[in-house]
């Protein structure tokens, strides 16, 4: 029996080497691949216009990674002002991680209809919201991925 792994990369790379430890035959073959968007340059300064009403939403511990990426490519740090929501306690990790600071995230579903939900969140409704998450293309075979079929990094 082989098995066919199409989780991204690198955790697609890692199960298959953990599969092939156990003396399975596995291979990674991904679907999708995470690439910065094309408006994450402006990033630095669209958080800086952000205050202490304001809210900032990690959708995807990818998106942390590129946002802090270009975040120290500029040479400026994670706003303290915005209140911080995470899609889930991973994202919630990477973020407090790069930031130092308290991320809330709902604690029974990683989906954003039980962020929306949460009670710190409520009481927010109606201020300036910083949502941002990845930018993903499907993976072809044999070609790069067409740009009519990529998705908007800033949601």
Known sequence: MSI?????????EALVSRL?????????FPLIEFVAGRELPTLADRLATLTEN?????????????????????????????????????????LHTVSGFDIRYPLDREISEALLQLPEFTKYCGQTRADFAWQWRPRTAGRNPDSSRSRSQFL
């Open 20 to 28: 092939r430890a156990l003396g399975q035959v596995a291979w990674s």
């Open 54 to 94: 304001d809210l900032v939403f990690a959708l995807s511990q990818h998106a942390v990674a590129f946002a802090h990426a270009q975040l120290q490519r500029d040479g400026r740090n994670w706003p303290a002002s915005p209140r911080y929501f995470a899609i889930g306690r991973t994202t919630a990790l990477a």
């Open 4 to 12: 066919l792994i199409t989780r991204p990369s690198p955790a697609g």
